[in-house]
């Protein structure tokens, strides 16, 4: 069974940071994209956040989050991770890991992405 799990969410002040971790299991996930996408309160969809591509080894971010959030990944742990610093009340969301995008698809479409994690919280206060 496939799963990609998310952890390291939680509360925070507005300005403070918070990282988060996804690890994969049941397969690897080296050969593929690895991503982020968050739900906000009310919102109907998720949002890109950020991905990792294999085959450009490129970084790509929404610009509401460029400068203020990074994606790494450990291939040796089958893990991405997305620090985030200057969290502001706006970045509140349900964010969701994601992997394997079909190639079909535009980076920031979530609906390229078959591997999706169970969702792990993160509240920024004012």
């Known amino acids: 069974q496939v799963q990609l799990v998310e952890s390291g969410g939680g509360s925070v002040q507005a300005g403070g940071s918070l990282r988060l971790s996804c690890q994969g299991s049941g397969r690897t996930f080296s050969g593929d994209d690895m991503g982020w996408f968050r739900q906000a309160p009310g919102k109907a969809m998720a949002a890109f956040v950020a991905?990792?591509?294999?085959?450009?080894?490129?970084?790509y971010y929404a610009d509401s989050v460029k400068g203020r959030y990074t994606i790494s990944r450990d291939n040796t742990r089958n893990t991405v991770y997305l620090q985030m610093n200057s969290l502001k009340p706006e970045d509140t969301a349900e964010y969701f890991c994601?992997?394997?995008?079909?190639?079909?698809?535009?980076?920031?479409?979530?609906?390229?992405?078959?591997?999706w994690g169970q969702g792990i919280q993160v509240t920024v206060s004012s």
């Open positions: 991905v990792m591509a294999v085959n450009d080894h490129m970084t």
């Open positions: 994601v992997g394997q995008r079909n190639s079909a698809y535009d980076y920031y479409d979530p609906r390229g992405y078959r591997y």
